[in-house]
Structure formats: structure tokens, C-alpha cells
């Protein structure tokens, strides 16, 4: 079907439509851009008048203070480690639990299943001042059991995993198990592999919720050597208020990370966001 | 399949009814003794005077009763909280919206366009407050260009009439790129042959905007709001970074006062807080599930 447009009005329309994508990705943009800038000037020209657009001179010394007398490495390492033990759990609890709500029959599946559901609806800090306790009472603050352990799978994940689980055929389950496959190598060699787009959501969403989490962490970690980096980042913008250049040196170093990954994995990340919201 | 002999099948049958059990253990016992002896914990913790270090002494409703009739701190945070929704539903969205539906008109570099949306939702609300309080310095960029243009510089964050559209301001930054990013494959997903259809009836933009998109997204703008009001009501990374709570409790929320009050050792009346705001979220999720619930039965 050919639908005859009218070239110099589109046109004009479409002139418009730009000049507002650009201006609105400029304002998305330049906070990014003051930050990294800010970071790599002298601190009395941070705040200069007028603003510097481009730091003269460019300087590295707040990357290197940061990294040096701050325990950012150390920040970055528990991160990492929080975030990929995290990940890992979630990735296969989360599937199992799915694959058992999704696929088999056993007595009591429904009821345990909306229980979960309604679980979800509880706010997380409902939850905190007793998970606080308990944590104390295993001694588990300042550790990584503390940052680790109760994140390890979440009703979200396994709610996600079901929905998609649900649609892998029985036919290629029973066909396994005749075969002789136990449960679990069902779920080993058939339907894991079938999850991994599903699977690759759920990384991207366990791994960016765990990265930037904040309260938790703050509230379970009392010495530097445990604090992840936003919780270092909070820690550094509060006691040291007066060097801004350091604190978005740290403030570099903490998104970075997140934005690389991002940038490598776009197509993923938006489709992962996107499955939750399109399916219901 | 012909029967297996005895043994071989009773194991089969162990098998069959104790693996299930076995694959949900751990998110059953995390959600056990993470999830759901806290909430229990949390609900009697409100209904006594609790600081954690001396026993618990029960006073039945009277953190409540305090909260509404006695505190208001509380109040304030409640009134704050819901301003700090309203404002951030009421334009966040409708950015995303828009931006949503520039991007749809098959422009060039939509992918760029779109990560440059989307970078911020992926930052961490800590380093995104920390760029922001950079940005509302007093002689930070925004008060630079605003001197420039020969305005009297303003008190971003100091100033108690201002402070809470601030972080209003830079959450609706961090956030609209969901919104634009869920619209836009909304859109992408409404079929082309009703705009075809609708063009040969001779719809203009406006009408196939009102007759066709609009209705067409019903289904996600719901989804965007509850979740966005949910969420929202939950908000206090920024709060904690750019303000904590100040100047004088301007811009204190609920989960703010709630972490206060959990600092000061009240834990009792913390765990009051913390009910009241599931209480507000519940009124919320009650309403998607109505209107989800709805949907099914139409269908």
C-alpha cells in the first residue's frame, strides 16, 4: 500500500523532532560530562567563574588521591565480589524455583507459589530493622554474608524465570526424562539452556540492582574495608564536603563500571527492562 | 513406555515427589528467615516501645496513635513524600511519553538518542545525587549560568521552599529514561495497519493519537504509574545524599524519618513507620491488581 506524504511538512515536523531529541540528549549529557570534567580539575577551579567548559590544566591528581588514600580499590573489589556472587545465586536458584513452580506438579505448588507473591508486595523496609537484628545476632554485620545471603534469590527472579520457563514445550521435558534424565539434569541439560535469554535478564537486573544498591549495604557495613562503592561514595561526599574534584573522581570510578557494561550490552538491558513491563 | 520393575520405580516415585521440594529449599528458607519472620518481627516490634538494647515493652497501638496525633516531623514526611510523588508522576511520565514518541517517528540514530536517555537509570542513585548537589552548588553550573544570564543566584538544596522540587528535578532526570524505553517498545509494538486503516478513514496525527496510540498504551501506562508511585513512595538514596531530609525536615520522606528513627535506636516506632508506608503501597498494588484482574475477565 502506497500512502502519498506531503514532503515539506514532514519535513518541518521532522526538523522540530530533531532539534528536540538533541537538546534533550544534550541536558541528559552534561551533568556525565561536568562530573567526568569537574574530576579532572584543580579543585579551585571547580567552582570557577565563569564555569570552565574545558579543564585547564587537566589534571590526574584526584584519581590518584582517590585511589590512593581512599580505599576505592578496596570499594571496587567488594563490589565486584557482592555483585557477581549475588548474580551467580539468583541465576540458579532463582531458575531452579522457577523450573519446580513452572514445570512439575507437586502437592502444595499454587499455594506456596502466591504465598510468594504476596511477599513481594512488602516493601524491603518493612523488613530492614529485623533483618538488621537478625544479621547482628549471627554476627554476620561487616562481613559478606551479610551483603550476600539474603539477596541470593529473590521472588522477582523466580516470578521472571516462571513467566518464561512457561514457555518452553512439555513435550521436550517428557522427551528428556523418557531418555532417563533425573529432574535435575532435565533442568541441567534442557532447560537451562533453553533459558538463556531469560537468564541473560535476569543477570542484567540482579547485577545492576545489586551495583547500585545503597541502604542495605549501608546498613550492614560499618568499616571501610566492607563498604561497596556507593556506600564509600555516600561516605566520601559526607566527610569530605569542601575537595568536590575528589568526590566525583569517585563518582567517575563508581559509574563507570555500570556505564561500560551497559554500553557493551544495550540491546540486553533494554529488552530486559522492557520483558517485565510489555508481558503482564 | 513399559512399567519399570518395582524398585526401580518406587524411586522414580521419590524421585519424582521429593525433587520439586529440593529445587525451591533455598528461596523458601531466604524468604523464610529473610522475608517473612522480619515482616512478622517488624509488625510486633510497631505495637511496642522498642529500642533494641532494653526488652521490648508492648504498648499496643500507641506508635501509631503518636505518629498521627503527636509527631509533626511525621506528618511533614508524609505531605513531603506524597509531593515528591506527584511531581515526579506527573512529569516524569509524560517526558518519557513524549520522548518516547519523537523517537518512534523512524528518526536517525534512535539508538543513540535513546542510550543517552537511558544512561542515567542505569547509575546509581548515589553517584547521580552526588553529580547533582555538584551541579546546585551555590556557585555550582546552574547558578553560574542563572548569574549570567544576570539573575540572582538560587539556594537549590538550602533553601526549604526550593529544596524538594530540586531533588525532584534531578530524580525525573535519573529516571524518565525507563519510562521512554518501555513506551518506545510499546509503541513499536501497536500494529501499523491501524494507522494505515485510520489514515484511509482520513484520522489526522491528532485523532490516531487520541483513537489508537492512547488506547493502545493503556495497558503500560498503568503499569508505569503503579510502579512509579510504588517506587517513588519508597525514595531516600537521593534524600540521604543531597539533603538528609534538610533544610529543617523540607525535604524529610517517609523512608528518610523511618532510617532516622532506626538510627536513633526507636526501634519500635520505626517499625510503626515502616507499616504505615506498607500499608500506603498496598493500597496502591490493590489498585493495579483490580485493574489487571479486570482486564482478564474482559478478555
Request: aromatic residues 16%; charged residues 10%.
Amino acid at each position: 500500500m502506497i500512502i502519498r506524504r506531503r514532503p515539506r511538512k514532514i519535513s518541518v515536523a521532522r526538523l522540530l523532532a530533531y532539534l528536540i531529541l538533541i537538546a534533550s540528549s544534550i541536558l541528559m549529557i552534561i551533568p556525565f560530562y561536568w562530573s567526568v570534567g569537574t574530576s579532572l580539575k584543580l579543585e579551585r577551579f571547580v567552582f570557577a567563574t565563569p564555569p570552565q567548559w574545558w579543564p585547564t590544566p587537566l589534571t590526574l591528581t584526584n584519581y590518584i588521591h582517590v585511589l590512593t588514600r581512599i580505599p576505592f580499590p578496596r570499594y571496587f573489589y567488594n563490589s565486584v565480589v557482592v555483585a557477581i556472587c549475588t548474580t551467580l545465586g539468583n541465576v540458579f536458584f532463582d531458575t531452579l524455583a522457577a523450573y519446580a513452580f513452572a514445570k512439575l506438579t507437586f502437592p502444595g505448588r499454587d499455594r506456596i507459589f502466591f504465598i510468594f507473591l504476596l511477599v513481594l508486595m512488602v516493601p524491603s523496609q518493612v523488613n530492614l530493622i529485623p533483618m538488621y537484628r537478625i544479621m547482628t545476632a549471627l554476627h554476620w554485620t561487616d562481613t559478606y554474608l551479610a551483603l550476600i545471603v539474603p539477596n541470593l534469590t529473590s521472588v522477582f527472579g523466580i516470578f521472571m524465570m516462571r513467566q518464561f520457563l512457561m514457555s518452553i514445550p512439555d513435550d521436550l521435558l517428557d522427551a528428556a526424562r523418557i531418555d532417563g534424565c533425573s529432574e535435575y539434569k532435565v533442568f541441567n541439560k534442557v532447560v537451562l539452556p533453553l533459558a538463556i535469554p531469560g537468564v541473560a535478564t535476569l543477570i542484567i537486573l540482579t547485577f545492576m540492582g545489586t551495583w547500585n544498591d545503597f541502604l542495605w549495604p549501608r546498613i550492614v557495613t560499618n568499616t571501610e574495608r566492607l563498604f561497596t562503592l556507593p556506600v564509600g561514595l555516600a561516605q566520601l561526599q559526607m566527610k569530605n564536603t569542601s575537595n568536590v574534584a575528589q568526590i566525583m573522581a569517585g563518582t567517575v570510578l563508581t559509574a563507570l563500571p555500570m556505564i561500560i557494561v551497559f554500553l557493551f550490552m544495550q540491546r540486553q538491558f533494554i529488552e530486559g527492562m522492557t520483558a517485565g513491563a510489555l508481558k503482564e | 513406555m513399559t512399567a519399570a520393575p518395582f524398585p526401580a520405580r518406587f524411586n522414580r516415585f521419590v524421585h519424582k515427589n521429593t525433587m520439586p521440594y529440593l529445587f525451591i529449599t533455598v528461596p523458601l528458607i531466604t524468604m523464610l528467615f529473610f522475608m517473612f519472620i522480619p515482616m512478622i518481627v517488624s509488625f510486633w516490634w510497631s505495637l511496642n516501645d522498642y529500642s533494641g538494647l532494653q526488652p521490648a515493652k508492648f504498648i499496643g497501638l500507641t506508635n501509631y496513635i503518636q505518629l498521627f496525633t503527636n509527631d509533626p516531623i511525621f506528618i511533614k514526611t508524609l505531605v513531603n513524600t506524597t509531593l515528591f510523588v506527584l511531581m515526579g508522576m506527573g512529569i516524569g511520565p509524560t517526558i518519557g511519553l513524549l520522548t518516547a514518541l519523537l523517537l518512534n517517528q523512524k528518526v536517525r540514530f534512535q539508538s543513540v538518542f535513546r542510550t543517552a536517555y537511558y544512561l542515567p537509570v542505569m547509575t546509581s542513585l548515589v553517584v547521580v545525587s552526588t553529580i547533582w548537589v555538584m551541579l546546585y552548588n551555590h556557585n555550582g553550573l546552574f547558578n553560574s549560568i542563572i548569574n549570567g544570564m544576570g539573575l540572582a543566584k538560587v539556594g537549590w538544596l538550602s533553601n526549604p521552599n526550593i529544596a524538594l522540587v530540586s531533588v525532584v528535578l534531578a530524580s525525573i532526570w535519573q529516571g524518565f529514561g525507563f519510562e521512554t524505553v518501555i513506551f518506545l517498545a510499546a509503541l513499536q509494538s501497536i500494529p501499523r495497519e491501524l494507522y494505515e486503516a485510520a489514515m484511509i478513514d482520513g484520522a489526522g496525527s491528532v485523532q490516531r493519537f487520541w483513537n489508537i496510540t492512547l488506547p493502545s498504551l493503556r495497558h503500560v501506562i498503568v503499569f508505569i504509574y503503579i510502579y512509579g508511585i510504588i517506587g517513588s513512595y519508597q525514595v531516600f538514596d537521593q534524600i540521604f545524599v543531597m539533603t538528609a531530609g534538610g533544610p529543617v525536615y523540607s525535604t524529610s520522606t517517609i523512608v528518610h524519618y523511618l532510617f532516622k528513627k532506626f538510627m536513633d535506636l526507636q526501634l519500635g516506632y520505626a517499625s510503626a513507620i515502616a507499616y504505615i508506608l506498607f500499608a500506603i503501597l498496598v493500597l496502591f498494588s490493590f489498585i493495579q491488581w483490580r485493574f489487571f484482574t479486570e482486564k482478564k475477565l474482559e478478555a
